[in-house]
């Protein structure tokens, strides 16, 4: 909850439960954050009180400036590496950095390079690879997508052509699609005995017929009768009365 809309609903109902209760906050914070805005003002109120600790050297130039640098190659700027490591592009970064104005990065460590490039969610040494999943009929696909372009480019030029010389609309339509590169088609479609009709399918399977015929007979030729086991009770059958 944003400090103006505690100090502006105070001004309202200057009550610190009441405030709390109305923005979802705790009464201490409303509290503290009223206190502070009578004792340094009310915009100084509004930021967060200074942090104990070194101020940040590296000033957001010279961030943007490393961070340009990481989305390059390394062989752009004249290294035979193909990709930036941390370390690299720390030792560059202190060799070039005072030179394009970021003295700041004179004494820059590997340390420093990955903390600020881990926050702008860079990895200039990994690569990540896709796979492409091609389709295998692609060709054929494409070529009767094509051909199917080219039948309306012919049906407007044979519509008007047939419309002048009076011919069916069928016989139109056929010689379209020969225009078009389809296969010649004889007949209506094929039937169930169309593949006993083509030699190579018929020999193919009087081949596979003999194999299954000689495989029994390899397998029938290597039974064995099996004698009865010595001292073994034939099995008698009861007569029935």
């Known amino acids: 909850m944003s400090r103006a809309q505690m100090l502006l609903a105070y001004r309202e109902n200057p009550s610190f439960c009441a405030v709390g209760q109305r923005l979802g906050v705790h009464h201490q914070t409303v509290q503290r954050c009223v206190e502070r805005a009578l004792a340094d003002g009310p915009l100084a109120a509004l930021d967060d009180r200074p942090r104990p600790g070194k101020e940040p050297t590296i000033t957001p130039e010279a961030k943007a400036w490393l961070v340009s640098l990481a989305c390059d190659k390394a062989k752009d700027h004249g290294y035979p590496h193909e990709l930036w490591t941390t370390r690299l592009l720390a ?13 700041c990065l004179a004494n820059l460590v590997q340390g ?24 295998a009929e692609f060709e054929q696909k494409m070529a009767e997508v094509l051909c199917v ?76 009768p099996l004698r009865p086991k010595t001292g073994a009770r034939v099995p008698q059958l009861s007569k029935t009365k």
């Not at 420093?112 to 389709?135: A, Q, S």
């Not at 225009?179 to 083509?198: C, D, E, L, V």
Request: proline letters at 4%.
């Open 91 to 103: 030792r560059h970064a202190r060799e070039h950095g005072p030179a394009a104005g970021h003295a």
């Open 112 to 135: 420093t390079v990955c903390k600020i490039l881990g926050r702008e969610e860079i990895k200039p040494h990994k690569v990540r690879y896709y796979l492409e999943n091609r389709d």
């Open 149 to 224: 372009y080219r039948e309306v480019e012919i049906l407007k030029k044979a519509s008007t052509k047939g419309k002048r010389r009076g011919k069916p609309v069928t016989i139109v339509s056929r010689a379209m699609q020969l225009q078009a590169g389809h296969p010649q088609q004889k007949g209506n479609r094929r039937g169930s005995a169309y593949a006993y009709n083509i030699k190579a399918l018929r020999d193919r399977e009087m081949l596979i017929a003999a194999q299954a015929e000689q495989s029994y007979e390899r397998f029938v030729s290597q039974w064995k």
